[in-house]
Structure formats: structure tokens, C-alpha cells
């Protein structure tokens, strides 16, 4: 069982004005790097070579060269002082987010492609280009290196722009090439030679930490209620937008088939108001009309357990959330979701922390083409497609971040619920944008975990969902088995209560964070009765009691032979004579 956390949910106005949001998530302020202008990084050289690792340096009988007896050997003129200033002043990893090269808590998603962002800088401006400006990639499968030219602007910046690329050196690293025990070395001079002391300055080596690569399966289940069944984008879509912005190699995507929701909708209480007059059979109004239909919290639940039960059929034989498919139940148009009728804004997704399942409008689109600033107010992907992003964060494992009015926090990330002034990158649009960057004098960007726009991954996001799809021992170990736990297997059941009767059914795993409830079962074994607690898993919407009283719950039935069980709350019984459904 995990440690308490408080239940995060995601409410979004579908009509909201960017100041009013701007306002209301008001001024953290603290997350660090400042906004307008560029910005210096600092004058003090790294240490080099910058890594873990330290290379032993031949330098030639003539002493007109040297060599660093890197994975990928570096040969390098050596000369008289220039006194330019030349250095690599900074290395970052683009993958999502920018990650520091020298940061020990940096890793990387094995097998995803890799944008290097190098800061060249010189002490006054005019310094030519360098003739070489290269990354050195060691691939330790083949004993070999690969070369990749920098591209970089013409001359030599003095301090460097961290809104953008454009005074930075980049270069592309193919995925093939991320793997553990790579090697990335960066080299920028030219033919002329410099110093030793100089030379020191110009190149760096780095053995970055590379996970095994992560796949996702994903299956998208469109909802169908009163016969409109919700739209669906491509998979190559929902592949695009969860690989531009997760810690996942590969996606892939698969539309399963409709499922309704008539049914739970006409339960008691699962409608707040309905298309056309529904009245009894004496001829009462039972709900008032509206268009379109108003589905209860209540109901909004059941829709999620539903997709949940749907999600668990078709993962047979997997064991653990975490390598689970993951589904994604879209809802059709013609009904929203309030906890009340006089309620602003609606409910617009909802998910199992940890678990496989989430709920959310229908998208079919992700990019809105139109907007080409990356800095402009409006964000370049849709507010449905980012619900599906913070929905799925959820399901990595990830609570809420501080920004917007968001319960439920989780610690990891920024507590200004911003990206800490780290940038982000999007590899779809090809867009770097500085995390610190001020609109109004108000921070941009925030954490897709957030409630406030504009919504990117933050590093300390990607890196927490990178530790729960990867565990740390899995680095280093390119075809490591998974953990399996150790524990003895056990066998899950799941308890929900609709029309007021509970039923049991075995599950084959649970979400990763449960919570203690006032619940228990007792099982009336051979042995005699033992009771087990049951465990609330936790949503993203913090539900009325009288909703999640309803479940689902969890129980681990172990390997008791079981004639009968019995459910509790606080000792007081609830419902008895219950079996297991088959
Ligand atoms: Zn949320």
C-alpha cells in the first residue's frame, strides 16, 4: 500500500480568457530563470573533460597535437595562447524537456531521438565559426563513432540566448544511437591549434545515463451515449502528441471498439438534466432538458470504471499497470460532466493515478497549425489533446502540480507548479522555448500537471515518469529483465457497488497508488474468517463521499480458499453473502 496522497482531480472552464487564468494562478514567481533578452551563462568554463569518466591524453613527439583518448578519440592542434575565449560553456540534452549534460540526476530515454543544444561562447565577439564543430557519438554495439556536424551561427557568440536556438551549436543524434553505455563527445576548433590550457576549453565527453527504450501501448475507446459515438484521431495522432511529450520511445496506438454508456447514464442519479423531457410513467418531469445532456459526477466515475473494465479484458497476461496498455476513453459531444447544474466550467477528464484507464473529451486534432509563435499567449496544441497529456501523466504515476488551483500535490514537482525555467522542446514542431519566458510579466509556461496554461512536461515531471517506467536499476542494463517484486503473487479483487448491490471481480492488477479506506472484507476461509483491508485507488477528481463510498475498491483475496465474504465499514457490515464472480 502507498503513502496517503490527496486526491487530485482536473476542472477546465471550456470557455476561459488567458488573463482570467494568468490571474488565477497568480504570481509564484520563484521558478527561476528571468524572462526578455538573453540570458548569460556562466563565464567559468566546465570542467573538462566533463565527465564521469577521465581520459588519458597523448600529446604528440612534435607537441604540435595531442590526442584524448576518449571512446571516440579526439585529436586536437596544439599552438601558441589565442586568448579568444573560445569554450564550451554549456551542454544540454533536448528530449521533451532540456536536460543540464552535467547534472547527476540526468537521464535518458533509451532509443528516442536526442537534440544536442551546445553554448559556444568567446570572450569578444567576431570570432570566426569553427571549421570543426562536431558531436562524436560512440555506439558500444558496433565499437563505433559516428559524426555529426553542429550547426551553428557564423560567429562565435559572447553570451547565448536561452529563448532560443539560435546562438546555440545543435546537432541531431538518431535514436538508434541513445542506448546505455554511449558515449557523446563534442569537439569545436579549428585547424590553427591553441593551447593546451585552451584546448582544455573546446572539447567535452560525456557518458550520459540511457534507460532502455520504453514502448507504450495505448488503446483508444471511443464512448457512445444516445447513438453519437465520439470522434477518434489517428493512432499516428496519439502516437505524435504522447512521444513529443512523455518519456516513451514508442507509441503505439490501436481504436478499439465503441463502447455505451446508455446504460450507466439511466442508473439513479446519473443524469443532472437531458435532451428533451423525461418524464414517469404518472407523468412527473424527472429531469429538467437541456442539450447537451449534463452527466452527474456520479456517473462520470461509472464512465471511468466501465473503461477500466473494458481496459483490464485487454490486458490478459500482463501483471503490472506500469507495462500495461493504457486506455483512453473519449467521450462523445453530446454529453458534459458538473458536479452541479448551477456548476461553471465542466469536468473534462478524469484518471486512476497510476492506473491504465483515463476519460476525456474527443480530439481529433493535436496541433493547431495557426499558432507559429512559440511564445504567443495561445498554446500550439489543443486544450482537449492537452487534457489527454495531463490525464495521461496520471496515469505515469504523477499527482498535480501547484498552479491554477490544482489539489492534490505531488512534491516532485516545481512548487510553483511552473517548469522551473527549463525549457521544453517539442520535437514534432521543432519548437525550443524557455520555461522561464514572462508574458506580461507573468511566467508562460506551466507544468502539464497544472491547471494553468500554457502546459508543457517539466524535467523534474520527465524525469519522475521516467524513474516509474524504468526503475533505476533497469539503467545501465540494455536487456535486464524486469523486478518482478518478489512478493508472493497476489490475487486482486475488485469491489463496486452499483444499484446498490456490490459485486466482486477478480482483477489482474491494481493502480500503483492505493489509499487505506474505513473499508474491510472478511473472507469466510476453511481456516475461519480473515479480514483483508480494502484499498481506494486514487483519481484525479476528488469525487463526493457519497460517490466513491461506491468503489472501486481493491482487495487481496492471497491464496485462501473462499466460501463466502462479507464487506465491512468500520467493523459494521455492509452487504454479506457475496462469492466471487468467475
Ligand atoms: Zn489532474
Redesign the pocket.
Known amino acids: 500500500m502507498s503513502a496517503f496522497r490527496k486526491t ?3 476542472r477546465i472552464g471550456r470557455v476561459t480568457l488567458l488573463s482570467l487564468l494568468l490571474a488565477a494562478c497568480g504570481g509564484g514567481g520563484g521558478g527561476g530563470g528571468g524572462g526578455g533578452g538573453s540570458t548569460a551563462v556562466s563565464n567559468t568554463p566546465l570542467p573538462n573533460p566533463v565527465t564521469s569518466n577521465s581520459f588519458s591524453i597523448t600529446v604528440a613527439p612534435d607537441g604540435q597535437s595531442r590526442v584524448i583518448n576518449a571512446p571516440c578519440p579526439i585529436t586536437q592542434n596544439l599552438g601558441d595562447a589565442r586568448n579568444d575565449g573560445l569554450r564550451i560553456a554549456k551542454v544540454s540534452w533536448l528530449q521533451v524537456v532540456e536536460l543540464d549534460a552535467t547534472d547527476a540526476e540526468t537521464r535518458l530515454t533509451g532509443a528516442k531521438p536526442l537534440r544536442v543544444r551546445v553554448d559556444v561562447l568567446a570572450s569578444s565577439s567576431g570570432v570566426s565559426r569553427p571549421a570543426t564543430r562536431q558531436l562524436q557519438v560512440f555506439n558500444p554495439a558496433t565499437s563505433t563513432c559516428s559524426t555529426i556536424t553542429l550547426t551553428a551561427p557564423a560567429t562565435v557568440p559572447t553570451s547565448s540566448n536561452q529563448e532560443n536556438l539560435t546562438t546555440a551549436y545543435v546537432g541531431d543524434i538518431d535514436g538508434s544511437l541513445v542506448r546505455a553505455g554511449m558515449s557523446i563527445g563534442i569537439v569545436v576548433d579549428d585547424s590553427s591549434g591553441r593551447s593546451a590550457t585552451e584546448a582544455d576549453r573546446t572539447f567535452a565527453v560525456f557518458s550520459p545515463r540511457v534507460t532502455t527504450s520504453t514502448t507504450q501501448n495505448v488503446r483508444i475507446i471511443p464512448l457512445t451515449f444516445q447513438n453519437q459515438t465520439a470522434s477518434t484521431p489517428s493512432p499516428e495522432v496519439v502516437n505524435d502528441l504522447l512521444e513529443r511529450m512523455f518519456p516513451i520511445t514508442t507509441v503505439n496506438t490501436v481504436v478499439g471498439a465503441p463502447v455505451a454508456i446508455d446504460n450507466l447514464a439511466t442508473s439513479v442519479g446519473g443524469l443532472l438534466c437531458a435532451v428533451g423531457s423525461i418524464t414517469s410513467s404518472l407523468g412527473i418531469n424527472l429531469l429538467p432538458s437541456c442539450s447537451p445532456a449534463v452527466g452527474s459526477v456520479d456517473l462520470f466515475r461509472d464512465v471511468l470504471d466501465r473503461v477500466n473494465d473494458v481496459c483490464l479484458s485487454v490486458n490478459a497476461g500482463n501483471s503490472n499497470p506500469r507495462t500495461a496498455t493504457k486506455c483512453i476513453g473519449l467521450l462523445p459531444d453530446n454529453i458534459i460532466f458538473k458536479e452541479s447544474l448551477d456548476q461553471n466550467g465542466t469536468y473534462v ?1 478524469l ?1 486512476f493515478v497510476g492506473g491504465i484507464t483515463l476519460i476525456a473529451r474527443d480530439f481529433t486534432t493535436v496541433d493547431l497549425q495557426g499558432v507559429t509563435n512559440v511564445y504567443s499567449a495561445s498554446h500550439w496544441i489543443t486544450d482537449d489533446a492537452l487534457t489527454v497529456s ?2 495521461f ?2 496515469l505515469m504515476d504523477l ?2 502540480a501547484n498552479c491554477g488551483g ?1 489539489p ?1 500535490l505531488d512534491p516532485r514537482l516545481y512548487s510553483d507548479g511552473r517548469l522551473g525555467g527549463v525549457a521544453g522542446y517539442d520535437n514534432i514542431r521543432g519548437y525550443y522555448f524557455s520555461g522561464g519566458y514572462r508574458l506580461s510579466g507573468q511566467l508562460l509556461f506551466a507544468d502539464v ?1 497544472s ?1 494553468c496554461t500554457k502546459e508543457w512536461t517539466s524535467d523534474r515531471g520527465y524525469l519522475s515518469m521516467l524513474n516509474y517506467l524504468v526503475p533505476s536499476a533497469e539503467v545501465q542494463t540494455a536487456s535486464a529483465a524486469r523486478v518482478s517484486g518478489g512478493e508472493t503473487s497476489p490475487r486482486w479483487v475488485k469491489a463496486s457497488r452499483r444499484n446498490g448491490q456490490w459485486q466482486l471481480t477478480p482483477v489482474p492488477f491494481v493502480p500503483s497508488t492505493l489509499n487505506a479506506s474505513a473499508l474491510s472484507a472478511e473472507l469466510l476461509t476453511s481456516e475461519g474468517p480473515v479480514t483483508v483491508p480494502l484499498l481506494a485507488p486514487e483519481l ?2 476528488p469525487l463526493p463521499a457519497s460517490v466513491t463510498d461506491r468503489g472501486p475498491y481493491f482487495f487481496n483475496a492471497g491464496d485462501h480458499d473462499i466460501s463466502a465474504i462479507r464487506l465491512l465499514r468500520n467493523g459494521t457490515l455492509l452487504q454479506g453473502g457475496l462469492t466471487l464472480a468467475p
Do not use: I, K, V
Open positions: 487530485p482531480w482536473r477528464g484518471a495531463h490525464e501523466g496520471h499527482d498535480h490544482a492534490g500537471m491547471y484525479s477528481l
